[in-house]
């Protein structure tokens, strides 16, 4: 179904219709990391905020977990994935070095007409599929696209080394963004990058384990984000006052007080699903979405602030409003 032209002066304004989550059922808590490593709960809980995260099994694929968080999100939108015009997958963990996932995806959900994307760019990959989602809907290109985070850190995790090994995990969660009504749409986000910290955190091609410099990045992230957010408000004309919900990428509650703080955002308006995922990287954001809606932080209408950070150093945040329909 070819998506129709808009006339002039009648952009659509994009919106997310709905959101989905999936996580694996194996479930690995703080105890189990610590009955095979030297760490504890306490360490951490103190200096991450995490208590479990999920694994998939080796049987388990990574395409089948984005499936169930994709179908969800159409469900919830009231829509049919056989109208998806195009699936864009944010993930740094295919099943497959080639192909991607979005191909694998799309089938399992019945977008048959879909166009198929793989988008690699690590933890803000959920953010630049949401801006790309955004374009091709004001432009009419298209008048539905499903974004979805997915990752399988699990993988590429060293599991002997305590430093790595308790802070990431697996899931998969999208967003279906389709053509809104009156409200403020999918803004103008904001972009970044710094290559001279790339050998800060990384994985191998040929030994695909992530290797981080931890107190590093951890400063990195807080200042990049911080000045992100501000940068992304001031160019979208909005007061911090008037974001109902913060999501910053999950990767460790301290760092996202340390955000919220310096933005002047209070606690209660900022997810903290981290506790329950640990690290998902790309799939971060859109589970924390997911999450948000279930426990009535987002509602039909509110404004929604989002911010990344990750491998590269790469940063992005963006601004959506939330099923304004
Ligand atoms: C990884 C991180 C949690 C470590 O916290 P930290 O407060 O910086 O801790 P440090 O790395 O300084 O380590 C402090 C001590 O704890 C020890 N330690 C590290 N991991 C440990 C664990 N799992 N259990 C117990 N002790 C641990 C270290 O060996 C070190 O011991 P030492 O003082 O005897 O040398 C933190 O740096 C961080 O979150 N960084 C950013 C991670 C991130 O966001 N990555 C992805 C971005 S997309």
């Given at each position: 179904m070819p998506a129709p032209s808009p006339s002039a002066g009648e952009r659509p304004t994009p919106t997310i219709l709905g959101v989905g989550a999936a996580v694996p059922d194996q479930l690995i808590t703080n105890a189990d990391l610590v009955a095979r490593l030297d760490t504890s709960d306490e360490w951490i809980v103190r200096r991450t905020g995490i208590r479990e995260r999920r694994h998939l099994r080796p049987t388990e694929t990574l395409a089948e977990l984005a499936a169930r968080a994709c179908t969800d999100a159409v469900i919830d939108a009231g829509c049919?994935?056989?109208?998806?015009d195009h699936l864009i997958i944010a993930t740094i963990t295919p099943d497959r070095l080639t192909p991607g996932l979005a191909p694998a995806v799309a089938a399992r959900i019945g977008a048959a007409h879909a166009g198929v994307l793989d988008v690699n760019a690590a933890c803000t990959g959920f953010l630049y599929g949401l801006d790309h989602a955004a374009a091709l809907i004001e432009s009419g290109r298209a008048r539905h696209v499903l974004v979805c985070g997915a990752e399988a850190l699990s993988r590429i995790t060293?599991?002997?080394?305590r430093a790595t090994a308790v802070l990431f995990g697996d899931g998969a969660g999208a967003v279906l963004v389709g053509p809104g009504a009156t409200g403020r749409g999918i803004g103008s986000f904001v972009f970044g990058y710094d290559d001279t910290l790339a050998d800060t955190l990384y994985a191998e091609r040929d030994a695909p384990k992530l290797q981080m410099a931890g107190q590093q990045v951890y400063r990195h992230a807080v200042a990049r984000m911080t000045e992100a957010a501000q940068e992304l408000l001031a160019r979208n004309g909005?007061?911090?006052?008037?974001?109902?919900y913060f999501v910053a990428h999950q990767a460790n509650a301290r760092i996202v007080t340390a955000v919220a703080d310096a933005l002047g955002v209070p606690h209660e308006k900022v997810s903290f699903n981290v506790e329950w995922t640990a690290n998902t990287s790309a799939a971060s954001i859109p589970l924390a979405l997911a999450a948000a809606q279930r426990d009535g932080h987002?509602?039909?209408g509110s404004l929604v602030g989002m911010v990344a950070f990750g491998a590269g150093f790469v940063w992005a945040a963006g601004l959506a409003s939330w099923k304004d329909t």
């Open positions: 049919n994935a056989a109208g998806v060293d599991h002997e080394d909005v007061e911090v006052e008037q974001v109902d987002l509602k039909p």
